[in-house]
């Protein structure tokens, strides 16, 4: 998958305690299946194209930094961008900037692997719990090794279709002095048959400047598969960017 990012949102899970559930699947089984399940989704993708929205929040600041961008990232996972509107001053823009810098220079063919998957991750089934209108399995994730693309926490998945919905923790290695490991939960919504991040939000202790919030809202989405129709999925009206 290969599309863990920054998010933090209240997912509000209920935990099933109905004896009907059948028992959680032993979590090698679990990895398996959901790497499998990943990995024929993306190979029918050809680009995908999306808009976000960044928000940048720090209490000592008068107004928060705001900036949209289009974003593109081809079959291989290397990214483009365009940025489309940015309300920020000074060190905000640089940071807001750099940030979309830092995903173009991780993508492609020679990024790390961060896939939910058996070689990155060991997984221990929690249990069955309501995530909505889904069912999903509760896993605790233990990464294999020590990596700024890899979360020390939490996921959820929906149990039919070995998907994610929900995934937080903290990176095992630091991302720089200033920011640290901060905390990381990203959320995800389905597309057509993909599954594709509908916000992110980190939360770190910045050296100086304190606490820091980054918010990422993916509001619209134009999906071209290999084969089948484009998808499209958007807030309100979708950009004509997502066109271009």
Request: charged share 30%.
């Amino acid at each position: 998958m290969g599309r863990t990012g920054f998010a933090l949102a209240a997912l509000g899970a209920v935990v099933i305690t109905s004896p009907a559930a059948p028992p959680p699947p032993a979590g090698c089984d679990l990895a398996a299946k959901v790497a499998a399940a990943d990995k024929k989704r993306d190979a029918n993708i050809r680009e995908v194209r999306s808009v976000r929205q960044y928000r940048l929040h720090n209490p000592r600041w008068e107004k928060d930094a705001t900036m949209t961008a289009l974003v593109s990232s081809d079959q291989n996972g290397r990214k483009k961008y365009k940025i489309l509107d940015m309300q920020a001053e000074g060190t905000q823009k640089t940071v807001l900037k750099r940030i979309l810098e830092g995903e173009v220079e991780v993508s492609g063919e020679k990024a790390e692997d961060s896939s939910l998957s058996p070689d990155n991750y060991e997984f221990t089934t929690l249990g069955y719990e309501s995530c909505g209108a889904r069912r999903c399995l509760a896993v605790q994730l233990t990464p294999k090794r020590k990596s700024k693309v890899l979360l020390e926490g939490k996921a959820w998945f929906d149990v039919d279709e070995s998907a994610p919905i929900r995934v937080e923790g903290r990176p095992t290695k630091s991302l720089g002095f200033w920011v640290g490991r901060p905390l990381i939960v990203q959320e995800f919504r389905k597309v057509g048959d993909f599954w594709l991040s509908s916000s992110n939000k980190s939360v770190a202790e910045v050296k100086i400047i304190g606490k820091t919030e980054l918010t990422v809202k993916f509001v619209d989405y134009s999906v071209t598969p290999k084969s089948g129709a484009p998808l499209m999925a958007c807030a309100r009206a979708c950009s004509p960017k997502l066109s271009d």
